[in-house]
């Protein structure tokens, strides 16, 4: 019951810290999309289900001030959480560091091709109502946010990695007990 708590305060935090002043702080023209990251970080070390409260959560929070249709977000939410479940059950064998920056990396991509395909489908194939950028300034903006989201990515895990080391030191878990 408290972990639920702590997982949707931290959804709505991190969902009005995205809609409020994240968007301020672009580099080249991207910004840091926290659902995204946060999801994936979820999603590779819990649950599914922990992953779709938080993304529940953060996707209606989301939903409200995108301009997009409301529920877009949090279809393609969805959508990479099963993505990034399929491919850490089925494709890929090892867990190691690289393999979830090849997933956060696809799983960036996967969103914003649903976002647009949803998008799509909601209007009825209606191209004037959300025209699709397929340009070289909408993919060199979707890669580099890819790769930043890549690199915000490994800073989190390494400082995860290295909270749980001293944790474990702390409070003589039993990897560092000595017998």
């Known amino acids: 019951m408290i972990r639920r708590i702590a997982i949707i305060a931290f959804a709505l935090l991190t969902a009005l810290l995205q809609v ?3 968007n301020q702080f672009s580099i080249t023209r991207t910004c840091l999309n926290l659902a995204i990251i946060f999801v994936g970080i979820i999603t590779l070390f819990t649950n599914i289900k922990t992953s ?3 993304a529940t959560v953060s996707g209606i929070v989301l939903g409200v001030y995108s301009p997009f249709a409301f529920g877009t977000e949090l279809i393609a939410l969805y959508g990479i959480i099963l993505f990034m479940h399929y ?3 089925k494709m ?3 867990r190691t560091i690289y393999a979830h920056c090849v997933v956060i990396f696809i799983s960036t991509f996967v969103y914003y091709c649903l976002v647009y395909i949803v998008t799509y489908l909601l209007f009825w194939f209606n191209r004037y109502l959300y025209p699709i950028p397929l340009s070289r300034t ?5 890669l580099s946010q890819m790769i930043i989201h890549v690199v915000f990515f490994v800073c989190v895990y390494y400082i995860k ?3 749980v ?3 474990q030191k702390i409070f003589f ?3 560092y007990q000595k017998i």
């Open 173 to 175: 878990l039993r990897e």
């Open 92 to 94: 890929i064998a090892r």
């Open 165 to 167: 080391r001293r944790i």
């Open 20 to 22: 409020s002043f994240i």
């Open 52 to 54: 779709l409260l938080f």
């Open 138 to 142: 909408f993919f060199s903006i979707i």
């Open 87 to 89: 491919l850490m059950s």
């Open 161 to 163: 990695t290295s909270i």
